[in-house]
């Protein structure tokens, strides 16, 4: 059977429907949008270094610009990923592993096709996710980054994703109230209440 023919008999919902009845693992389960992949858009590197194209380029693979909704580069989804990984306060135990698999799937790809992910065609680089998810170590990783994509879809935009509400919007979310402004919003918040755990400590000597 040909893969769009078995993507399609095995997803026969929207993209949207999926992702409002699904966790993270269960995307990897039918990977139904691992169909497209735009033209490469270069990014700062992060915390990945020279990886951090890569992890753009596969979150695009992921979440791709298809016309089905907003797609991993519209919500910023790669930016979101380097500012977790270069949170402080976020389970080092996830980062760790993103690290590594992203390590693991550089080293994927010469054995696969040859060459470094970077050199490798837009279709390619759709091959590989599809290979690399058979593995164990390649399933966490997807998982790891589809959770990415997925929080970075519903998150405040006053944290620089989910631009103009257009995740809210695809998925017809209203925010609860009152939203977080500037003084609010992580980390901001988790520094005031550090702050404040010091100054009480103090009034109790």
Not at 12 to 34: D, E, H
Not at 70 to 96: C, F
Not at 177 to 190: C, S, T
Request: charged fraction near 25%; charge should be negative; glycine fraction near 6%.
């Amino acid at each position: 059977m040909l893969y769009e023919e078995k993507k399609k008999s095995n997803f026969p919902y929207s993209r949207r429907q999926f992702i409002k009845g699904v966790g993270a693992f269960g995307v990897l389960s039918t990977m139904p949008w691992l169909s497209a992949c735009r033209a490469d858009t270069p990014v700062v590197e992060g915390v990945l270094g020279k990886q951090s194209q890569m992890a753009s380029d596969v979150m695009d693979v992921l979440f791709p610009e298809d016309a089905n909704g907003p797609s991993s580069a519209q919500i910023k989804a790669y930016p979101y990923l380097n500012w977790v990984l270069s949170d402080e306060n976020y389970d080092e135990d996830i980062k760790a592993s993103i690290i590594k698999g992203m390590s693991r799937l550089a080293e994927f790809s010469k054995e696969q096709f040859g060459k470094p992910f970077g050199k490798i065609s837009p279709e390619e680089k759709i091959q590989l996710v599809e290979q690399a998810v058979q593995s164990d170590w390649g399933e966490t990783l997807m998982a790891r980054l589809v959770s990415m994509i997925l929080d970075a879809l519903v998150i405040d935009p006053i944290y620089g994703v989910n631009v103009d509400e257009v995740g809210w919007s695809w998925l017809g979310h209203i925010p609860g109230l009152p939203r977080a402004d500037a003084k609010d919003k992580y980390p901001e918040i988790l520094n005031r209440k550090k702050e404040m755990v010091i100054f009480s400590q103090f009034d109790d000597l």
